[in-house]
T-cell receptor
Framework: GAVVSQHPSWVICKSGTSVKIECRSLDFQATTMFWYRQFPKQSLMLMATSNEGSKATYEQGVEKDKFLINHASLTLSTLTVTSAHPEDSSFYIC??????????????FGPGTRLTVL | AQKITQTQPGMFVQEKEAVTLDCTYDTSDPSYGLFWYKQPSSGEMIFLIYQGSYDQQNATEGRYSLNFQKARKSANLVISASQLGDSAMYFCAMRVSGNEKLTFGTGTRLTIIP
């Protein structure tokens, strides 16, 4: 249980275009999902917390107009990188909140999406 | 604010040996949880083990154990009988009570040598 998928797994786009990344909870409903960004050989940095039916909460320094997050259903959150530039090239990972077998709230991570902007 | 420190950027360990990955943390919140994740080259984050701040015993999950020293604010991961498949990045993370956010350390790249 608690499987999270991401699509696409990798994407290459031209500078100035927009890219949408999907995060789905496959076997559970997630009212809360998280979006992280990971540069090569660095740690995961939380970008925003996505709540179903409401606006996302962005971390300090993350441009909300550039990284649009939509959590329209209990199983799907999307991250759209608008007008992408080479510096946006990164590994984007989502997670979804659910209770583990021990009853504890945990984040279950998707496999990640590698974005390369040319 | 919470902070996680992993001071070992990389480690090389002989196969079948035990390895300890260091993690220290800083928080003023008395209730918190500590996590360890494994990230292989494919990129997915694999949950390994969890330790709650009020747990009386150190957590264990198969070959993984957590050496939790609350007074020292350390939560080191111990992998026994290392295997080639253990080669990966390992991240320590923390979450405080009432906050869903995870704060990650910078990670340790573990390489198991045959």
């Amino acid at each position: 249980g608690a499987v999270v998928s991401q699509h696409p797994s990798w994407v290459i786009c031209k500078s100035g275009t927009s890219v949408k990344i999907e995060c789905r909870s496959l076997d559970f409903q997630a009212t809360t999902m998280f979006w992280y960004r990971q540069f090569p050989k660095q740690s995961l940095m939380l970008m925003a917390t996505s709540n179903e039916g409401s606006k996302a909460t962005y971390e300090q320094g993350v441009e909300k107009d550039k990284f649009l997050i939509n959590h329209a259903s209990l199983t799907l959150s999307t991250l759209t990188v608008t007008s992408a530039h080479p510096e946006d090239s990164s590994f984007y990972i989502c997670s979804a909140r659910d209770r583990s077998s021990s009853g504890r709230w945990e984040q279950f991570f998707g496999p990640g999406t590698r974005l390369t902007v040319l | 604010a919470q902070k996680i420190t992993q001071t070992q950027p990389g480690m090389f360990v002989q196969e079948k040996e035990a390895v300890t990955l260091d993690c220290t943390y800083d928080t003023s919140d008395p209730s918190y949880g500590l996590f360890w994740y494994k990230q292989p080259s494919s990129g997915e984050m694999i949950f390994l083990i969890y330790q709650g701040s009020y747990d009386q015993q150190n957590a264990t999950e198969g070959r993984y154990s957590l050496n939790f020293q609350k007074a020292r604010k350390s939560a080191n991961l111990v992998i026994s009988a290392s295997q080639l498949g253990d080669s990966a990045m390992y991240f320590c993370a923390m979450r405080v009570s009432g906050n869903e956010k995870l704060t990650f350390g910078t990670g340790t790249r573990l390489t198991i040598i045959p």
